[in-house]
């Protein structure tokens, strides 16, 4: 039997979109695989807690509710950075401290959806290299990893004390940090980052916007400010998303709304791109079947 351990991080605003990424992994597991989810959790209700350890109605696994003290973060307070970024950002770099876990863990964030088993990603060799990540497409240029999944070498973390690295660096540079906790891993493990294959994050904002074209992916991840849960948001798996939504305590909108809200978005798209039609990446898109995401298979 193969343990992975999987570690999520929320507040009580993103507890429902955790709870689908849990979702995803349990309904695409294989049957030889256990998991224990460590949720790092801020300020979570009871209710939501409840709908957590509800999970484990759609396979046995172990769900364990981590609350971190503030004062392990401060300094990342005074961080100047993007506003969508939260404080449960930062969680995961102090996974070695707040882990009981041996040698590795696998940081996701509550922004995915898993589409395939993950033992092939979790047991990755880290080549002696303190995490390992995909490349973020829509970042810098010179091949920074995308920090929404995260396979973190634990005992290497432990063993060159990396958080005190980590939060040196955040000391010294919080008033230049503008990508948070991203900018802060590939900056500190620069050299040290292992690159994995673009299907365990691909990177979606709209059908255009995927980090490859190909149909083999692991791990779809919703980037940017446009969620699938939004109204009139515009991206391919909205209809999977809600799928595994609706598996969890939190269930998912309703036929109507869903409905409603893709028309919406199309016809929000089409005005502001109104000859997307013509773009070559709509035809390679179209070729690979990505433009068929929009209506994904709704079951397994």
Known sequence: MSILNICLACDDNYAKYAGVVIASVLLNSKEDES?????????LSEENIANFLALKNLKNCEIKIITPTEDFFEVCKEVRTLSHITLPSYFRLRAASLLDVEDRVLYLDSDIIVEKSLSELYF?????????????????SDGIINSGVLLINLKKWREENA??????????NKEKISCGDQEIINDVFKGKILQLPDMWNVQTLNFYSFSTYEMNYGIV?????????????????????????????WGSPSALW??????????????RVPFFWLRPRFFKALKNGIVRGFSHRSEK
């Not at 998991?35 to 300020?43: E, K, R, T």
């Not at 869903?258 to 005005?271: A, C, E, I, M, T």
């Open 124 to 140: 990755t060799d880290f080549e002696d290299n303190f995490c390992a990540g995909v490349v973020d497409h829509l970042g810098r």
């Open 221 to 249: 991840h919703f980037i940017g400010g446009s969620k699938p849960w939004l109204f009139g948001s515009f991206m391919p798996f909205k209809k999977k998303f809600f799928y595994y939504m609706s598996k969890t305590g």
């Open 35 to 43: 998991f224990v989810f460590h949720i790092l959790a801020y300020h």
């Open 163 to 172: 958080e005190k690295l980590i939060f040196d660096y955040i000391e010294q």
């Open 258 to 271: 869903q409905f409603v809200s893709n028309v919406y978005s199309y016809l929000r798209y089409l005005k």
